[in-house]
């Protein structure tokens, strides 16, 4: 009995990796530009439920509470994000490129790092100056000194 365990086991591991692969690929592989977009739309949403049920700060309901259709709405959002970025991938590959997609994905980034900043804000948190000039940096405007 222990030897099916073990092939279901190494079947599933084997189909899970061959998914995450072909995933990857779709994104134009797994890098750090790529993982740093998914972790900080991750960040991005759970700071925002913690803004909408906790604090009862969000700007997406009048009320600024929780709402099942504004979180509905960011998943959306999220999810319409991911299809802009494999819309650069395909573009890179039909140019012969592959700027498009690290731009798309840079400018999504410096998105989501706003609105975690912006969530903070909403939570009472202050915003460190260093936070601020990466984001200054990210979208290309000059650090003041």
Known sequence: MGVHLTQAKAAVMGGAAVVGAAISELFGGWDAAIMTLMLFMALDYVSGLIVAGVFQQSDKTQTGALNSAACWRGLLKK????????????????????????????????????????????????IPDTIMKAIEQLQGKPTQK
């Open 79 to 126: 999810g319409m994000t991911l299809v802009i970025v494999l819309v650069a991938v395909r573009l890179d590959v039909v140019l012969g490129t592959s700027f498009v997609r690290d731009a798309v994905v840079i400018a999504y980034i410096v998105n989501e790092t706003i609105s975690i900043i912006e969530n903070a804000g909403r939570m009472g948190l202050p």
